[in-house]
């Protein structure tokens, strides 16, 4: 068992009970010690567990840098959104000195008493929405906000992605997002509006849009393309990239939001048998 007086000293620990902590500290397992130098995190993997950084301090590397773009401390949560979603790692995580972690992984978190792993996942929830929050920028934040119409606002609960909203306006060239996960893309000089299901972007165009854009005296560069159904597509401006994938992440947020007051719901209203 660990000493419970690592969690008192971090903050993300401040408001679980004195035998939640002691709970968390008794699950040897759920601590992992890294020396200087060691990858803890590669962006790409698969893994979906979040971290808690102790001791020790960890840097952040996104593709193309070379150069870390971030310095996590102790009191750091990372990973939590592949550990939210099961996407792929979005950065990479390499302990600049010897680091000690909690590991929270789908498997440990079933150890752990309902009430425990409850309150973890309401912590991460909230954590996610305030890093969305402050990812979205001037472009897009009108677009986003609490909703004040929700008792809960104030406690940020959730992120309401409002529909008919535009997302990205340049030069004729016009995305709504207009509900259900699906938006609008208007092209006012070619006289186009197209509905679509919004999904991750790439920069692998296929062939096909790849000559339909340069017939257009356009060039492929300026494009990204999105999936459609199982064989169909589209393309949106790189300039959108971050109107778009913001979009995206905060309705994922609104989605787990909504799968955990519905949990929260079904809970209250369970009927034990007898």
């Not at 959104?81 to 440990?108: N, Q, T, Y």
């Not at 104030?154 to 992120?159: K, P, Q, R």
């Not at 509006?193 to 017939?215: C, D, H």
């Not at 778009?244 to 909504?258: G, N, V, Y």
Request: charged share 25%; with cysteine; proline share 5%.
């Amino acid at each position: 068992m660990f000493d419970v007086q690592l969690l008192e000293k971090i903050k993300f620990f401040s408001d679980f009970t004195p035998q939640a902590k002691a709970e968390i500290a008794s699950l040897d397992t759920l601590f992992k010690k890294y020396p200087a130098n060691a990858p803890i995190i590669n962006e790409g993997d698969e893994s979906g567990s979040f971290f808690v950084l102790l001791q020790g301090k960890v840097n952040v590397y996104k593709k193309p840098n070379v150069n870390p773009i971030n310095e996590l401390k102790p009191g750091a949560i990372f990973g939590e959104i592949a550990f939210l979603s099961s996407k792929p790692r979005g950065a990479s995580i390499v302990a600049i000195e010897p680091c000690i972690l909690l590991e929270f992984d789908r498997k440990i978190m079933h150890d752990l008493s309902p009430d425990v792993r409850d309150f973890l996942k309401d912590k991460l929830i909230t954590i996610l929405v305030t890093h969305l929050n402050d990812i979205i920028d001037l472009r897009t934040k009108e677009t986003f906000g609490l909703d004040t119409s929700n008792p809960h606002a104030a406690e940020m609960i959730g992120v309401k992605v409002e529909v008919n909203k535009q997302i990205f306006a340049q030069e004729g060239y016009f995305i709504y997002y207009v509900g259900n996960g699906e938006a609008v893309i208007e092209n006012k000089s070619e006289g186009t509006r197209n509905k679509v299901r919004m999904s991750e972007l790439t920069e692998q165009i296929p062939g096909k849009f790849v000559n339909a854009i340069k017939s257009a005296n356009r060039d492929p560069d300026d494009y990204l393309y999105g999936q459609f159904g199982d064989f169909g597509g589209y393309l949106v401006l790189k300039a959108a990239r971050h109107a778009w994938k913001s979009t995206l992440m905060a309705i994922q947020a609104e989605k787990f939001d909504l799968g955990r007051k519905s949990d929260a719901f079904r809970s209250r209203n369970l009927e034990i048998p007898q």
